[in-house]
């Protein structure tokens, strides 16, 4: 039976990852910004299978109650088996452009707190030498794009932790996933125009379940982001920023 800590619970892609995870009765320590949506979500897992779930209320921009967070977890779980961190925004990149407050706002809530809390968790893990660390980046950042390369910073940034993470947490038997999903259909991305390319956050979420039951370390989800980011990525300099991306 797992233990897992969801960090930004309430989270759509995160609701429908460990819907799953419920079903295998598991137990979890919701973390996030809503009591009320908490207490929904609790109640939710509860009726799919869950053993027990708990929650905790908390802005994760207050950096300083990470370690408060993860400790309350630890003692109220007794062990963390797995951690999904699902917890972010999406970027306004024309407010982000103007507003220097607005810019440092989001790397802190979409990479600079995703770092103090794995800090703080990795060494649990390492200690531990066992379990999985999930964290949901985006295609975003595989590629600075002038559409929104704020938000991609943040999530380049963050794929790039996570890769040394994964390197470091490897010797101690420990799986680092970094998931990077492409264009869902989300509350986040409500205000956006649709197109083909958005998928089911459903899908997403079983995808996001089974890559961490196999321990796979990057999870391009639907997997034909894989292959959309290869040639974005490969497109040289002189012809990329001449595009609207």
Same mark, same amino acid.
């Given at each position: ?11 759509? @892609?995160? %609701? ?35 053993? =027990?779930?708990?929650?905790? /209320? ?8 990470? %370690?408060?967070? $993860? ?21 306004? =990149?024309?407010?982000? /452009? %103007? ?15 995703? $770092? ?10 390492? /200690? %531990?030498?066992?379990?999985? @660390? ?112």
């Amino acid at each position: 039976m797992l233990k897992i800590l969801v960090i930004g619970a309430t989270s759509l @892609i995160a %609701q429908e990852t460990i819907r799953h995870f419920a079903a295998d009765g598991a137990e979890f320590f919701l973390v996030g910004l809503s009591a009320d949506k908490l207490k929904m979500i609790q109640d939710d897992l509860l009726v799919r299978g869950a053993k =027990q779930v708990s929650t905790y /209320e908390l802005d994760l921009t207050r950096l300083d109650k990470h %370690q408060e967070l $993860v400790d309350t977890a630890m003692e109220t779980l007794g062990v963390i088996d797995a951690v999904l961190v699902a917890h972010g925004t999406l970027t306004d =990149q024309k407010a982000a /452009e %103007q507003n220097v407050d607005i810019t440092l706002r989001e790397l802190n809530i979409n990479f600079l707190s995703a $770092v103090s809390l794995l800090t703080i968790l990795a060494n649990i893990f390492e /200690e %531990q030498k066992r379990g999985v @660390i999930a964290v949901i980046s985006s295609v975003a950042g595989d590629r600075g794009r002038g559409s929104n390369y704020v938000y991609g910073t943040a999530m380049g940034a963050k794929s790039i932790f996570l890769q040394g993470l994964r390197n470091r947490l490897a010797k101690s038997n420990v799986t680092v996933l970094t998931v990077k999903p492409g264009f869902v259909d989300t509350p986040m991305t409500a205000h956006l125009k649709k197109n083909p390319l958005y998928s089911d956050p459903r899908r997403v979420g079983k995808a996001i379940y089974d890559a961490m039951k196999s321990e796979r370390d990057i999870l391009y989800v639907p997997f034909f982001w894989m292959f959309i980011m290869m040639i974005i990525r490969n497109i040289p300099e002189r012809i990329f920023k001449k595009l609207s991306l």
